[in-house]
C-alpha cells in the first residue's frame, strides 16, 4: 500500500478549483479519493460529475454537505428537509456512502440550545431511513464549540455520538475532524466509543494555526504547521477501527489563493510525514 | 436582598479605570463587590488596595489571576510556582477568598496536549495547600476550547472538576464563567456535580455575541447582547448550591471605550432583566 492509498482531497480545499479541474489534479497528483461540495458539483450536475469523477478513476469520499436542521419555522423546517433528501440522493447519484450534516446553530434572537438540538434529532428521525434506504450515510459532524451559535449546536464528538446512537449504524454515523476536536479532553475514550459502534464515517484533517484569523472559519492550516498530534490521533482513529479515506480539508484564504497543483503537493508532503509516515 | 446584592464588578471590564476610579465607581453604583485584577493591584500596592476596597464598604469577590502552569523549562516552571504563591498572598491580603487561575496553553512548538495537562496538575499539587493554609481557593477556570492551544489547556467543566477534585474542596475549585461554558452539552449535569462537591468557587458573566470580532479575545458582550439564556443557566448554578458573587466579566474593546459610569449603569440594569430578576 503506497502512503497515499487512503488520501482523499475535500474539494473546499482547492476551492478555485471547478469540479473537473479538482478531479483532473487529483488524478495527476496521484489522490485516489475526493469528497465533493454540492455548490461545485451543481455547477455541472451530478450526472457529469459523477462520470467525471469514474472516468478519472477516482473514488468519491463523501459529500458535503447537509444539515441545517435547525431552524423552527416550519417552512423553514420543510424546505431543509427536502433539500437534504436532495442531497442524499446525490450523495448516491455521486456514488458515495457518506453525506456529511452541519447541523445548524441557534436561528437568530433564539437562546435555546435543548431545544435547537431536538430540533436536529427531529429532522434526523425523518433522513435517516431515507438515506439508509439509498445506501447513504448521514455523517453528524461535531463543529468546534466556536460555531456552536451559528453553524452547529453539536459540538464534541460524545454529544454526536449521543444522536448517532438513536439510528441504525449504517444510517447515522459521525465525522471526526481533527480541527473540530483536537482540544477534547474526551477525545480518546469516544473514539474509542465511535470505534466500538461503527459510527466513524469519516475523518478528516486539518490543523489549527494560531492566531485565529479575523474571519473564525478560515483558521485553518495544512497538516503539520499548527498544534496537532496528528500521528497519535491517526493511531487513535485507526485503534478505534477506522480503515476508511483521510479526508483534508481546509478553509484557509492564503490556502484558497495557492494554485492548487502546489496545494495539492503540498497535501501529499505533509500526509506522508505527519499522519501515515512510511514503513 | 436588593436585586444587585450578589452582583460583583470585575474589573477588566472597566478596563480603562484605575483602581481607585473602579472602586469609587461601585461604591455609587451600589454595587457590593468588585474582582479585582493583579496589574490593578500592582499600580498602587495591595496594602492601599485593600485599604480602599475595606474603606467603601466593598467585598473583593475574586482576584484574577493567577496559573500559565504549563511550561516545560524547569527555570519557567519554578517561576510560575514562584509567581502563583505571591497571587496567593496577595488574594489574602485583598481579602478575598478566591483566585482565578488560567492554567496555560501549549508551549511553543509543544503538540502533546496529555503531558501538558499533567503538568498542571504537578504545580497545583505544589500550589494547593499553601493556598489553603492562607484560607485562598485556587478557582480552576475552563476556557472555551478556542483558547486551548494559548490559554488553557482546561477546557470544560467536567475536566476543570477532574483536576480540581484531584485535592480537598477548600484548596481547589472551579469557575463557572458563561462565555466558556455555555455550549457545552455536559454542562447542566456538571453543574450538577460541581454543587454537590462544593466546587463552584466563582460565577462570572458575559455574553456570547456575533460575529467573533478579529481578536478573539474581545468578543464577549453585556449580558443580553448575544445567545446565552442567562436565566436558566443562573437557575442550574443556584440550584447547584451556589450562593455566591455574580462577576460581570466583559473583554470588549467597545466597552472599555464607553466611560464607566455608563458601564455600571448597564451591569446594574441586565443583571436585574436576565440574571437575577426582580419579584
Redesign the interface.
Known sequence: MTTTARLSLNQITTRGWSLPEAVRGCAEAGIPAIGLWRDKVAEVGAARAAGLVRAAGLSVSSLCRGGFLTATDPAARRAALADNLRAVEEAAELGTDTLVLVVGG?PEG????PAA?TRVADLLAELAPHAGDLGVRLAIEPL???F???RAVV??L??AL?LAELFPADQVGVVVDSYHV?????LGAQLARAGAGGRIAAYQVGD?T???P?D?LLGRGHVGD????FRTLTDQVTAAGYTGWIEVEIFNQEVWETPGAETLRTLVERHTVHVVPAG
Chains 1, 2 share one sequence.
Open positions: 441557534l433564539d437562546r435555546d440550545l438540538r468546534h464549540p466556536m456552536c451559535a451559528d459540538s464534541t460524545g454529544q449521543d483536537w482540544w477534547d479532553p474526551e489549527w494560531l492566531p485565529l479575523a473564525a499548527g498544534c496537532i498530534d
